[in-house]
Structures are given as structure tokens and as C-alpha cells.
């Protein structure tokens, strides 16, 4: 009897294992289980992501405090004060002597002669454009031109 009993449960195990419901059943109940895996997965990279460029950032601005710290270091140091001192208020050492080279502005007057050695009219209105803005010049194209139109 043991033996039939046996094979009973067995046949019952088998058919139920077998069958289309049972097979569809766990289907859903793997995609029930994957989709809240896949987004926390998701989560997890985005976060692994911000914590990285957080990190780089971190880096960055620590480098940035070394420079300020040792610019700080070097604006509190004697030798800084003593090239402000020389430099803006013409101060200088006991026995030294103080050389001052004067420009005479020799490279703006040859600046000058070599745009007025050539007489080309617009010459020197081509050299104004070059020092206008973007947008100036587009002011100028547009109503510099319906000026002339209106005044014809």
C-alpha cells in the first residue's frame, strides 16, 4: 500500500509541476520579483554615479583650498610686502638705488606712422570695426544703412 501511496504523489507532484497555470504562476511571480530588482538596480548605478562626480568634485575644490592656502601663505609673507611696498608705493632699501625706465610710447607712434604712411580711404574705418562689438555692428549694418536710404 506504501507503494501506490507513493506513486500517487508522485503522478500529483508531476501534474501539477507540469501543467500551463503552474508554469504562467511562476512567470509572474519572476516578473513581480525583477522589475522592483531592476529599478533599485537602476537606482543603485545613478547613485554610484552622483557619489563619483560628488568625489572628483570634493577633489577639485580641495586643490582649490591648497592654492588659496598657499596664495594666503605667500600674501602674508615679508617678501610680498616688500615688492608692494617697492612696486606701488615707490618705497625702497637703505643704500639702494632706484633705476626708472620711461617709455616714450615709441611702439604707439610707430603704430600710428605705419597706419598713416598708407592713405587708403577706409583704412582707418576698417581698424574701428575690428574694435566693435558684435552686436555694434549689427546696429551699425542695420540702421547705419537705413540712414542712407532715408537721407536719399
Not at 507513493?6 to 503522478?11: D, P, W
Not at 608705493?89 to 643704500?95: E, N, Q, S, Y
Not at 555692428?137 to 537721407?151: P, Q, T
Request: charged share 35%; glycine share 2%; proline share 2%.
Amino acid at each position: 500500500m506504501r507503494i501506490r501511496f507513493a506513486k500517487k504523489e508522485s503522478f500529483l507532484r508531476r501534474s501539477i509541476l507540469s501543467s500551463k497555470f503552474f508554469s504562467a504562476l511562476a512567470l509572474f511571480i519572476i516578473i513581480l520579483i525583477a522589475f522592483p530588482l531592476v529599478k533599485k538596480i537602476n537606482q543603485q548605478r545613478i547613485l554610484n554615479r552622483e557619489i563619483k562626480e560628488l568625489e572628483e568634485e570634493v577633489a577639485r575644490v580641495d586643490n582649490k583650498n591648497e592654492d588659496l592656502r598657499e596664495l594666503i601663505d605667500y600674501l602674508n609673507s615679508d617678501s610680498f610686502a616688500e615688492k608692494e611696498a617697492r612696486v606701488n608705493l615707490d618705497m625702497r632699501k637703505p643704500g639702494e638705488k632706484v633705476v626708472i625706465f620711461k617709455d616714450d610710447g615709441a611702439s604707439d607712434a610707430n603704430k600710428s606712422e605705419v597706419e598713416t604712411v598708407f592713405n587708403i580711404p577706409g583704412l582707418d574705418k576698417g581698424a574701428e570695426q575690428v574694435k566693435k562689438t558684435n552686436s555694434q555692428k549689427w546696429r551699425a549694418y542695420f540702421f547705419e544703412a537705413a540712414d542712407i536710404s532715408a537721407n536719399n
